[in-house]
């Protein structure tokens, strides 16, 4: 019996890799705890705060919280493995390391915590009215990617690796990346020079006459996919697009209509000026078009056809959808022939008249 308790006894002392069984154990534990705490805070802690800042009127908040959730996550881990470099007696090189990666899983969460504030802190600036759609989601991965930067940086700094010398070995590298990824660059500055100049936005309308016509749906670093309207997403290098006319039907102020109805020839005068005057005044009373002083708008008797007398009407509608568009017109349209009909007038239509001076015998 004596034998087995020294054999334990030996066995508990000396462990794995010369580390006593009661520190691993103990190492073991404090891991455990600290997983069990962590769900604790996300399970509890977190779904409370997340009620309360359900209950305020901004989402700031709101998003800060879902923001912070996994960083807050891991503080947990990080005290126990450093509370494990304590219990367990690492020394010398294993030590060094160990200390390392505590510090930067420190850093790392510090970062990610970072990183991931940079969403929110952009959405509550969205309101401002310099900061436009596509450039918030510039500047967010451009934040984004400088904070990781400097993290990793440090990251390697704790390991001992210099950030300086790999720089400058990078730099003849950098210099044939550079000579091959001359489109990416030159599509990364028309992004910017498409985002700083507002030319159009994520949900924009575009058109680009005989080439494209589609929503704008995401403005990338390198290109920009437009939405046609099959529901086929179209991908553009941002260059093709800087360097086009583009019709940005997102800007619109007012849908502008303009027509030519055609009469046949037997319209006395007083039937056009009847005509004319009920076509504006529905206009005019209609909610589907604009009146204002600048939109007023036309309805004149402008040209004698070769086979018709012409009939302009140009009005304005607001700014609204396609489909919604198109049924203005319809409504119009329907009134036009109601009108043109009760005035006991026609629509003329190219025709050609054949005058035969004589018959043959």
Known sequence: ????????????????????????????????TALLFRGFIISVVLNALGKLADSTESNVDDEILNALRKPIGLIPITVA???CTLILPLSGLIGDIATNIVKAFVIFTIFSALANAVKPVFEALSTSSWLTASMQMWLERASKFIVWVIGIAIILDIFGIQIGPLVAG??????????????FFKNLISGILIIGEHRFQPGDRIEVSGQLHGIVENIGFRSTVIRTFDTAPMVIPNKDLSDVKVINHGEMINRRLNWK???????SVDQLESIRNQIKDYIIKSNDFV??????????????GGSSIDLMIVAYADPIGFAAFNEVKENLVFNIMNIVKENGSEFAYPSTSLYVESMPK
Not at 261 to 267: A, C, D, E, H, R
């Open 170 to 183: 990078l730099g003849l590298f950098s210099v044939a990346v550079a000579l091959g990824a001359q489109d």
């Open 291 to 304: 009146t204002d002083d600048d939109l007023d708008p036309v309805v004149r008797v402008v040209e004698l």
């Open 81 to 83: 493995l450093y509370i």
């Open 261 to 267: 109805i055609n009469l046949v020839y037997s319209t």
């Open 1 to 32: 019996m004596k034998d087995f308790l020294d054999l334990l006894s030996d066995v508990w002392s000396t462990g794995f890799l010369g580390i006593d069984l009661g520190s691993i154990i103990s190492s073991l534990l404090v891991i455990l």
